[in-house]
């Protein structure tokens, strides 16, 4: 079926394009629009100011439903407003506090048995340089001739769309020949007493406005441990609550050296815990009652603040997907390779899509490649496959490829070789940091010049580390060429270069010195 769509719809794409298609080539146009897209979020903005720029008439929505603590923000979806921004930029002033005590090693002349963050100030910080961008967003889409609606959009037939336009609260229709659904997704709360009246979540905590304190992050994904590492390095006390295992997709081994080494960081992990309610106590403080379904033992314990950080759900419920005959799963969208739904001319791209990574950079070149498809005569098809990606924990995590586990799976244990190694980051000495979870590992195949198949690393900057590397392992990395690369010294990511001890030798992965 997705193949037959796509071929449907790139035939109809080399006419187009071999009739030179622009937005004055229909002399009276059946539709208001050419596309039409829901969501003004990365993959949203991305694909609506591609088709813009191939000539295409676009209209974007983009509305907001405030949270149930009232937390509401401007264009630009999840990344810029309650995502990847407003938590690098906590991770970033997490990180300065912790180099303010190696700066004192290092002989600077500070006090640093003083130091406090002023949350205050630094979420006014935060929140500043989000609506700098929000602006710059609305510039930019009046720039490329992109139409943007504040208003929610849903389908009333499979090319209209109905919105509620301010600020007379008039119902109008719009038509496209083409829709391209983005609307993300938010955070889910747990179906327990108190959950939604007395919990937050991601959506609230970069603009929360007293400071978290004593903070259960409920949730050990990628948010979860996020979010309880910028809080422990700002100061705050948090415990993550695990329902199962920490980092659920990623590498055991790699996941498991993670928690170490938060643990080590003074993060308690309440383990195979599940919450049961939320309720406020007469002096204000939130008494969680939560049960280990290990032991079946109920406790409770009481903090500041509950961040729920259990997943997130997409945000088809006021779509009227019906409507239009999109067909979905669970609540996200099912697409084929070309991002086309059920219905040929209606799309959807993003984190709204069943099955693919909820990532900003894949939603971002999928919703382009998508627009350059559609008005441009592309062919190209966004590849899914080796996104690289980082948890952005004080030692971060990042990785490309397959995990052990999958790579045995998929292969089998006997035509794997994992070749690993413990390191130590020059920068750590001097403030005799622990170097205990500095480890990597190259996941490849046993013969032949032994393609890369997945390569992961704690360490610092790990994202920055990986990056490069990505693109070596999606130009088809092998271990012979990863080991005639020379590194750059001093640096970590040098140590891929130096990777020697496979695990199947047994030999201690541990370095004896740095630089030989
Ligand atoms: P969104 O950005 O969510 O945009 C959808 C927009 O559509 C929203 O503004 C929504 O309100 C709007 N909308 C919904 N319904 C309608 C409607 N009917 N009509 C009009 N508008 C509608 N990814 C990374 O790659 N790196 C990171 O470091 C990272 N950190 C993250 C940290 C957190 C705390 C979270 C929650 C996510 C993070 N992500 C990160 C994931 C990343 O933010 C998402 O993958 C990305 O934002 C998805 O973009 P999108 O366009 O699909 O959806
Ligand atoms: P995840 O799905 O990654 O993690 C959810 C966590 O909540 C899991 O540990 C899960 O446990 C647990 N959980 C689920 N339901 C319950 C429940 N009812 N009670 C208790 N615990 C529960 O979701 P996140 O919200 O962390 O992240 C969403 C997505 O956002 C990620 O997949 C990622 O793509 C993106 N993101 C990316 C980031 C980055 O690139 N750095 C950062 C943040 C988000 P269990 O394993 O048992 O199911």
């Known amino acids: 079926m997705s193949t037959i769509k796509f071929l449907r719809s790139s035939t109809h794409n080399a006419l187009r394009s071999s009739l030179g298609w622009c937005r ?11 596309l039409v897209v829901l969501g003004g979020g990365s993959a949203g903005l991305a694909c609506a100011k591609e088709a813009a720029g191939c000539g295409a008439r676009v209209l974007c929505f983009d509305y907001v439903k405030p949270t149930p603590v009232g937390t509401k923000w ?19 002033a997490s990180l300065l506090g912790e180099a303010v005590h190696e700066a004192v090693a290092y002989g600077w002349n500070v006090d640093d048995k003083n130091i406090r963050p002023d949350w205050g100030k630094l979420v006014r910080s935060v929140q500043n340089h989000i609506k700098s961008v929000n602006w710059v967003t609305r510039v930019d889409l009046r720039d490329k001739k992109v139409e943007y609606v504040n208003s929610m959009g849903s389908f009333r037939d499979s090319h209209t769309i109905e919105y509620v336009a301010m600020p007379d609260a008039e ?3 719009v038509t496209s020949e083409y829709v391209v659904v983005a609307v993300g997704g938010r955070p889910r709360y747990p179906d327990i007493p108190g959950a939604v009246e007395l919990g937050i979540t991601s959506d609230d905590i970069f603009s929360y406005e007293r400071e978290p304190g004593r903070t259960l992050v409920v949730g050990a994904g990628y948010v979860g441990l996020e979010c309880a590492c910028f809080l422990k390095g700002l100061g705050y006390e948090p415990t993550v609550m695990v329902r199962s295992i920490v980092l659920r997709g990623f590498d055991r081994q790699m996941s498991e050296l993670l928690a170490a080494m938060m643990t080590e960081r003074g993060i308690p992990f309440l383990g195979t815990t599940i919450p049961k309610a939320v309720e406020r106590q007469a002096d204000g ?9 290990t032991t079946q033992m109920d406790g409770s314990d009481v903090f500041d603040t509950v961040l729920w950080a259990i997943g997130r759900k997409g945000l088809i419920e006021d779509l009227n997907l019906e409507a239009a005959g999109v067909k979905t799963h669970d609540d996200k969208i099912v697409v084929d390779a070309a991002e086309a739904t059920s219905v040929p001319h209606i799309f959807a791209v993003g984190d709204i899509i069943y099955g693919r990574p909820e990532l ?25 496959a080796d996104v690289a990606t980082t948890v952005f924990t004080p030692l971060e995590y990042s990785c490309v490829g397959m995990s052990e586990e999958t790579a ?3 292969r089998g244990a006997d035509n794997i070789e994992v070749f690993h190694g413990y390191y130590k980051p020059t ?11 500095c480890y990597l590992k190259a996941v490849a195949e046993v013969s032949g010049d032994q393609k890369i198949l997945g390569l992961h690393y704690i360490g610092p900057v ?16 092998t271990v012979k060429t990863l080991l005639n690369t020379v590194g750059i010294h001093p640096t970590t990511a040098e140590e891929f270069t130096r990777l020697s001890i496979t695990k199947r030798s047994g030999r201690d992965p541990t370095p004896a010195s740095c630089c030989s």
């Open 285 to 293: 403080r939130l008494l969680v009652r939560y049960r280990n379904t």
């Open 462 to 477: 790990a994202g920055e580390v990986i990056q490069g590397f990505a693109a070596a392992l999606k130009s088809g990395l």
């Open 24 to 34: 004055h080539a229909a002399s009276r146009p059946r539709y208001d629009y050419d």
């Open 74 to 92: 401007g264009i630009g979806g999840t990344c810029v407003n309650v995502g990847c921004i407003p938590k690098k930029l906590m991770h970033q």
């Open 360 to 384: 900003t950079p894949v939603a971002i070149l999928s919703g382009r490649l998508l627009a350059r498809r559609l008005f441009a005569g592309s062919t190209q098809l966004m590849d899914y």
């Open 427 to 437: 920068e750590f000495f001097i403030p005799q940091k622990s170097v205990r979870h």
């Open 408 to 410: 045995i799976e998929l």
């Open 171 to 173: 119902h109008r229709q």
